[in-house]
T-cell receptor
Framework: SQQGEEDPQALSIQEGENATMNCSYK?????LQWYRQNSGRGLVHLIL?????REKHSGRLRVTLDTSKKSSSLLITASRAADTASYFC?????????FGAGTILRVKS | SQTIHQWPATLVQPVGSPLSLECTVE??????LYWYRQAAGRGLQLLFY??????ISSEVPQNLSASRPQDRQFILSSKKLLLSDSGFYLC?????????????FGPGTRLTVT
């Protein structure tokens, strides 16, 4: 399978702590993207990192990409209760994205 | 700005009944369109995608079909639903350009087949 695989499957932290989620994939990619899904809702795009980029920031989000290890990480700093959601990585091939199973993040206030 | 609509929001259908889910996009032209299914607590499975009117690529052979009768309309159908068709169906669009760009998702349709 070409899909990204997230680790951990679930993460529970206190408000204010940082949350780190990892994604691994198997073949060469055009880009890697991270999405958030609140319960019962559609996905929201967070950040896209191209295969020739190593790190990207957006607000409290930091994404890294290591193409030699075929892995990416998403760091959410100073987490808030509103960050509670499922987070998915998606690897881009051609016109398609292949999604992983996601990490469920719970931020306790 | 661009908007994506899906309806209905929820649907309960008996086994063997037909299905039609509709997705429309506003505020853009010639988008790439996608149908995904998400089982409870799982990731997204790509079902179909389309890069233009009448152009449909099927990713998983199953009990479903898709059509794109207009540039910004994408329809998911079934002639006879199975219990295994239950799930959360999501439509998404992306700019019609080369390469896998960021996708924008609709609110989804929760389908329960009984």
């Amino acid at each position: 399978s070409q899909q990204g695989e997230e680790d951990p499957q679930a993460l529970s932290i206190q408000e204010g702590e940082n949350a780190t989620m990892n994604c691994s994939y198997k073949t060469s990619i055009n880009n890697l993207q991270w999405y958030r899904q609140n319960s019962g809702r559609g996905l929201v795009h967070l950040i896209l990192i191209r295969s020739n980029e190593r790190e990207k920031h957006s607000g409290r989000l930091r994404v890294t990409l290591d193409t030699s290890k075929k892995s990416s990480s998403l760091l959410i700093t100073a987490s808030r209760a509103a960050d509670t959601a499922s987070y998915f990585c998606a690897v881009g091939y051609g016109n398609k994205l292949v999604f992983g199973a996601g990490t469920i993040l719970r931020v306790k206030s | 700005s661009q908007t994506i609509h899906q309806w209905p929001a929820t649907l309960v259908q008996p086994v063997g009944s037909p299905l039609s889910l509709e997705c429309t996009v506003e505020g853009t032209s010639n988008p790439n369109l996608y149908w995904y299914r998400q089982a409870a607590g799982r990731g997204l499975q790509l079902l179909f995608y389309s890069v233009g009117i009448g152009q449909i690529s099927s990713e998983v052979p199953q009990n479903l079909s898709a059509s794109r009768p207009q540039d910004r309309q994408f329809i998911l159908s079934s002639k006879k639903l199975l219990l295994s068709d239950s799930g959360f169906y999501l439509c998404a669009w992306t700019k019609g350009a080369s390469g896998p760009l960021e996708q924008y998702f609709g609110p989804g349709t929760r389908l329960t087949v009984t």
